[in-house]
């Protein structure tokens, strides 16, 4: 018989965090590490650079990149670097390496040189995941 995932049961309680937001404080916690799946190395020994990589959806790409085969390197801001430091964590023990590089992609000269460490450290860069950016509040109508 198949395993089966229990998710949560709505409502979920409702949290307001100074921005950026920390992802260790919420409850409950996002899951991000996908338990039933498997991966099959389809990024074998590629290289992904991450922004937002420290929480969230970002979090959760980085650690399925990982079981798939590849090195990371997340770009996150430096406030947020206990969320980095699980997510580093979670992607070595997929067996692969991680790169924290905190910083802030809105100045350009941060993002040239988060490229030129991910390349310094892994010797090349395959694949580039956009996916910082702040949590927002839905607004009723």
């Known amino acids: 018989m198949p395993t089966i995932q229990r998710e ?13 937001g920390i992802e260790s404080e919420m409850t409950p916690r996002p899951r991000y590490d996908a338990p039933l799946y498997s991966g099959s190395d389809k990024l074998k020994d590629k290289v992904a650079l991450i922004t937002g990589g420290d ?13 798939e085969g590849a090195n990371v390197a ?51 860069l395959d694949i580039l995941v956009n996916k910082c950016g702040l949590p927002r509040r839905a607004r009723s109508t």
Not at 8 to 20: C, F, G, V
Not at 55 to 67: K, T
């Open 55 to 67: 929480s969230g959806i970002g979090r959760a790409v980085a650690v399925l990149y990982a079981r």
């Open 74 to 124: 997340i770009v996150y801001l430096r406030e947020e670097q206990a969320d980095a430091e699980e997510t580093k964590r979670a992607v070595e023990k997929e067996g692969r390496t991680c790169l924290l590089l905190p910083g802030d992609v809105t100045d350009a000269s941060f993002c040239q040189h988060a490229v030129a460490e991910t390349v310094k450290e892994f010797g090349k």
């Open 8 to 20: 949560p049961k709505a409502p979920m309680p409702a949290q307001e965090q100074p921005k950026p």
